[in-house]
């Protein structure tokens, strides 16, 4: 079918597809998540309650099996990125815990310490916990004073595949949140931040000094933005206003350029 929407969908899911297969997760599980997501949105369409013959309508599945899925319950909220992430953001960010930007080593227990920076972030998990968990995933360690030194305060847990799908869904599942958004409002301008640029015709070596730049300047603004965010929290927790959540992030992506394109395909 060649409609610039299922198109577009085709693009969106081959990468999808391609980790599905990777990782053992097979056709017939893909399509029973499908379908509670067709239920559980075309539910949410609707003003008023729908009813089984409606969502039949919306989603092409047959009213026997939307009233069993609708019995069963939708599909599993997102849980996000857990509190491991959110450790880290806070230790980068509070002035108690880091110095500018930069997360300092600290004691285990007492004022100021990992101790406090957990319990401040989550009183759910116990900061030994939290140090066995962060150790095992190579961002701190312990040195010779007994205190915790962080190695790497990078958001993206790099060897825990439940935490590398989870970041994988949190991201990956707003940035499509706002994108989509952004596209129903058309003609009107979209709701949501969302800027891209993309060029053809480059070299290994302009690749690399891209890379290098946008890396270099994202981790500035993104530690800006921490600190902003943090200190923005702390009043609206306080106010007893704050009832939104956000995302920021960035990505840059590069490949072998397709026959077919131009440079009249850049933006």
Do not use: C
Request: charged fraction near 25%; proline fraction near 5%.
């Amino acid at each position: 079918m060649n409609d610039p929407l299922t198109n577009a969908l085709s693009r969106i899911l081959r990468p999808l597809v391609r980790v599905a297969i990777a990782r053992g997760v097979t056709f017939p599980v893909i399509a029973d998540i499908l379908r509670d997501l067709y239920v559980s949105e075309a539910i949410a369409r609707d003003d008023a309650k729908p009813t089984d013959s409606r969502i039949s309508l919306l989603t092409g599945l047959q009213r026997r099996e939307v009233k069993a899925r609708r019995e069963a319950g939708a599909a599993q909220a997102d849980r996000g990125m857990g509190v491991l992430p959110r450790i880290l953001a806070r230790w980068r960010a509070d002035p108690a815990y880091a110095i500018g930007a930069d997360p300092r080593p600290l004691s285990r227990k007492g004022e100021g310490s990992f101790e406090a920076l957990v319990a401040e972030v989550s009183r759910d998990m116990h900061p030994r916990t939290a140090l066995d968990a962060l150790r095992g995933l190579g961002r701190v360690e312990i040195d010779d004073e007994d205190r915790v030194v962080p190695v790497s305060a990078d958001f993206l847990p790099v060897t825990d595949m439940e935490r590398l799908a989870s970041y994988l869904a949190a991201n990956l599942g707003d940035h499509a949140e706002a994108a989509v958004a952004n596209l129903l409002a058309a003609p009107e301008r979209g709701p949501y931040f969302e800027r891209a640029l993309h060029y053809n015709y480059l070299s290994a070596e302009s690749l690399a000094a891209l890379d290098a730049r946008a890396r270099q300047g994202h981790a500035a603004l993104l530690a800006e933005l921490n600190e902003m965010a943090l200190t923005q929290q702390t009043m609206d927790r306080a106010a007893g206003s704050g009832a939104f959540r956000v995302r920021f992030g960035a990505y840059l992506y590069n490949a072998p350029m397709h026959d077919d394109e131009t440079e009249e395909d850049s933006q």
